[in-house]
């Protein structure tokens, strides 16, 4: 009797240990443990839904989750394509720092809040109140919008002004036997403006591995002025037909210092126009007064004696 309960008792052993080292082997073997899980936890970044409320800094609590709020908004109530349209006018601008398309439709939506409520606040909790919020809500809307195309704008025409001189400066070095590389490089140094930016970012683009064309290309997508399509339309072609670079930079040249020309004279035939109106409203009134008025004046005091 002794000697089957030990038996017993040695196959119940052997039996859980077994089971325990089958359990191990399955469940533990994908533990990582010691210098390796260590390492593991460095890697792992924490994400914030892992830390309290209370460790998060004051913009992650409140400032991301409003703005991220503000954008839902904003994307409920515009049209389709919005998102492009608005990279598009932030490309014209230059990419301003700190202005990104998340940012830009969260303050359209903050906008369309802060004007509608400024509108009913001002006009008060009535129908005209209700139309003043409307129309406050509509204005603080677009305004983003309103802001990055006017920036964009008027950095085309910066751009559309340093072309020619970009233009002459490339066509020296090429000319002078620098490479097509280094001559972009020279520009984007030397030259100001967006100008230099814009040349800046091709010569990124090439030396990341884009082709020159490519590049190009880019570039004329990211502006609307008709010079610099031309300009890269010219030689995208001559890099595909294998075209002297040279000659073409030299052509281009001298046609955009004939543009160039060409737009100063049209600006000066529009200038007697332009000078009409405020000469008949703010000048020659003021012109008359100062002739005529002594001698309308005697005039009267003659009149007035008789």
Known sequence: ???????VFGAASVAAACVTLFLVVVLGGNTV??????LAMIENSVSHEEVGRNQLAATDRLARPLL???????LKLS????????????DMAGNPAGWTLERLLGFKGAGLLVGGLVGVLLGGFTVKGLLIGA?????GFMLPDVMVFNLGVKRQEVLRRGLADALDMLTVCVEAGQGFDGAILHVAKSVEGPVAGEFARVLAEIQIGKSRSAAFSSLAART?????????????????????????????????????????????QKVPVKILFPMLLCIFPAVFIVIIGPGAIRMIDTFSHM
Do not use: N
């Open 1 to 7: 009797m002794g000697v089957q309960l030990l038996l």
């Open 33 to 38: 443990t010691g210098v390796a899980r260590s």
């Open 68 to 74: 991220a709020g503000m954008k839902s908004l904003a």
């Open 79 to 90: 049209p389709s394509g919005t998102g492009e349209r608005l990279i598009r006018w932030l």
């Open 135 to 139: 129309a406050g809500a509509a204005v």
């Open 224 to 268: 609307k002025v008709p010079e610099i399509r031309t300009f890269v339309t010219a030689l995208v072609q001559a890099d595909r037909l294998g075209l002297p670079i040279g000659g073409v930079l030299r052509e281009q040249s001298v046609q955009m210092r004939l543009i160039r020309r060409q737009r100063a004279e049209e600006k000066a």
